[in-house]
T-cell receptor, first 113, second 110 residues
Framework: EPEVTQTPSHQVTQMGQEVILRCVPI?????FYWYRQILGQKVEFLVS????????KSEIFDDQFSVERPDGSNFTLKIRSTKLEDSAMYFCASSLRTTTGYTFGSGTRLTVV | QQPVQSPQAVILREGEDAVINCSSSKALYSVHWYRQKHGEAPVFLMI?????EQKGHDKISASFNEKKQQSSLYLTASQLSYSGTYFCGTEGRNFNKFYFGSGTKLNVKP
């Protein structure tokens, strides 16, 4: 069964450093998303991406965040200057259409120290 | 914008039934249901696109009441494998903005 692949599985970074989280969505999917989940809490929407541009973003997705699809397969989330409160599990997801469910990757646990 | 789920937690014995509710203060165009096991990614269960729609597979089914802006997930004859946190997710007119509910933690015991 096709999978969404995320790397790395765990990243530890110093506060103020930049991190790039990487995702390879399912190849024929057209819609891409980033979510985050602080430990024990709900899954929070960050951003959706379609046709090489951001479709929607949440209030959390401020200027320190950016997304890119640098080639035909990768989808990245960059956090420019990490804060302690950015520590969370970051999930990438993709879907074929807006009317189908999302397939989530296994996540990247980001720890900011 | 964020849907509200109830109850927050449920403890069941194997074979018992449960209902998880999801409601929104805004008009809904679709409702998704996901299950997340501890330390894992959410796994898609089903999506309901039309008011009045009901779906199900195996012993897990869901309904969508568009007028009441509510959806319910029904788990019948629960199995140990049903344990996990269940999230509903809702979309408004813009399908690209999707919000998860706060989750319902289901614990099925032998």
């Amino acid at each position: 069964e096709p999978e969404v692949t995320q790397t790395p599985s765990h990243q530890v970074t110093q506060m103020g450093q930049e991190v790039i989280l990487r995702c390879v969505p399912i190849s024929n999917h057209l819609y891409f998303y980033w979510y985050r989940q602080i430990l024990g809490q709900k899954v929070e929407f960050l951003v959706s991406f379609y046709n090489n541009e951001i479709s929607e973003k949440s209030e959390i997705f401020d200027d320190q965040f950016s997304v890119e699809r640098p080639d035909g397969s990768n989808f990245t989330l960059k956090i420019r200057s990490t804060k302690l409160e950015d520590s969370a599990m970051y999930f990438c997801a993709s879907s074929l259409r807006t009317t189908t469910g999302y397939t989530f990757g296994s996540g990247t646990r980001l720890t900011v120290v | 914008q964020q849907p509200v789920q109830s109850p927050q937690a449920v403890i069941l014995r194997e074979g018992e039934d449960a209902v998880i509710n999801c409601s929104s203060s805004k008009a809904l165009y679709s409702v998704h249901w996901y299950r997340q096991k501890h330390g894992e990614a959410p796994v898609f269960l089903m999506i309901l696109l039309k008011g009045g729609e009901q779906k199900g597979h195996d012993k897990i089914s869901a309904s969508f009441n568009e007028k009441k802006q509510q959806s319910s997930l029904y788990l019948t004859a629960s199995q140990l494998s049903y344990s996990g946190t269940y999230f509903c997710g809702t979309e408004g007119r813009n399908f690209n903005k999707f919000y998860f509910g706060s989750g319902t933690k289901l614990n099925v015991k032998p």
